[in-house]
T-cell receptor, first 109, second 115 residues
Framework: GQSLEQPSEVTAVEGAIVQINCTYQ??????LSWYQQHDGGAPTFLSY????GLEETGRFSSFLSRSDSYGYLLLQELQMKDSASYFC??????????FGKGTRLHILP | EPEVTQTPSHQVTQMGQEVILRCVPI?????FYWYRQILGQKVEFLVS????????KSEIFDDQFSVERPDGSNFTLKIRSTKLEDSAMYFC?????????????FGPGTRLTVT
């Protein structure tokens, strides 16, 4: 089976840094993606890790440890517009993505 | 910037009726997908489609569901006899060829309400 675990909610202060963790257990694994979804909106792609290590894209970074079946999304210099749900998503192979249940990020002014 | 479009934005139907949800993927993309999201829950994979055939489907995608690419631009999801539990947001997505399956572009969704 496939399972992904991430916290249901995280709260942080504007301007701060927040880390959203994800652990996974899947029958196959090609890589880990992160998607952002604002209320009422569609998921939008943020990042992808196929190999161990850190990938940086502006204020967002994503990390993967394949041996630990673990990854995280790091958001720096938080802005109010970053308030959204963040989904980790595993590509188990073939042509699909398995999404986690999402982490709702609340940002306080 | 190219985008995935979906119609209608909201569909209300009675239980037992057939519905067709429509999507226009990004023109140079080769892989197409349908996902659903029940309000407040995670995004669930339904089906992927490549080279005019289903390449992968989930256990949710039973005989009630079908997909079609009737022409060079549209991609449709049909639900033959809707049930109350089919009420959800349905997202279409597309991606370039492998290995970029991980980067999928989602449409704005169709909210399906079954009464």
């Amino acid at each position: 089976g496939q399972s992904l675990e991430q916290p249901s909610e995280v709260t942080a202060v504007e301007g701060a840094i927040v880390q959203i963790n994800c652990t996974y257990q899947t029958s196959g694994f090609y890589g880990l993606s992160w998607y952002q979804q604002h209320d009422g909106g569609a998921p939008t792609f943020l990042s992808y890790n196929a190999l161990d290590g850190l990938e940086e894209t502006g204020r967002f970074s994503s990390f993967l440890s394949r041996s630990d079946s673990y990854g995280y999304l790091l958001l720096q210099e938080l802005q109010m517009k970053d308030s959204a749900s963040y989904f980790c998503a595993v590509i188990p192979g073939d042509d699909k993505i398995i999404f986690g249940k999402g982490t709702r990020l609340h940002i306080l002014p | 910037e190219p985008e995935v479009t979906q119609t209608p934005s909201h569909q209300v139907t009675q239980m037992g009726q057939e519905v067709i949800l429509r999507c226009v993927p990004i023109s140079n993309h080769l892989y197409f997908y349908w996902y659903r999201q029940i309000l407040g829950q995670k995004v669930e994979f339904l089906v992927s489609f490549y080279n005019n055939e289903i390449s992968e489907k989930s256990e949710i995608f039973d005989d009630q569901f079908s997909v079609e690419r009737p022409d060079g631009s549209n991609f449709t999801l049909k639900i033959r006899s809707t049930k109350l539990e089919d009420s959800a947001m349905y997202f279409c997505a597309s991606s370039e060829a492998r290995p970029r399956v991980y980067e999928q572009y989602f449409g704005p969704g169709t909210r399906l309400t079954v009464t």
